[in-house]
């Protein structure tokens, strides 16, 4: 059974750092890219970032890069997704799930979300 755990969500202020995981377990780790979504209150899932099996990333929207950074530790099965310079506009649930072998839109799996808030 495949499963998707994020964690690391909480309450920050305007500017600071939060740095996500999402555990991942029932499939060949290596063989699958990884990506982060968002749900913001009232909005539509967007996507932030993905992980390739080569280690690159792509990012969805490039209004994110410079402040997150998405790493693997492929012996721990654990994606990360470090948020720098958060603004309260970055409050969402985050979201990881897998699109398959490569980085798209689509999602084969997706995991429960953790709530990150950000205070002005």
């Known amino acids: 059974e495949v499963q998707l755990q994020a964690s690391g969500g909480g309450l920050v202020q305007a500017g600071g750092s939060l740095r996500l995981s999402c555990a991942a377990s029932g499939f060949t780790f290596d063989d699958y890219a990884i990506a982060w979504f968002r749900q913001a209150p009232g909005k539509e899932r967007e996507g932030v970032v993905c992980i390739r099996t080569s280690g690159s990333a792509i990012y969805y929207t490039d209004s994110m890069k410079g402040r997150f950074t998405i790493s693997s530790d492929n012996a721990k099965s654990t994606v990360y997704l470090q948020m720098n310079s958060l603004k309260p506009e970055d409050t969402a649930v985050y979201y990881c799930?897998?699109?398959?072998?490569?980085?798209?839109?689509?999602?084969?799996?997706w995991g429960k979300g953790t709530l990150v808030t950000v205070s002005s």
């Open positions: 799930g897998v699109p398959g072998r490569e980085c798209g839109y689509g999602m084969d799996y």
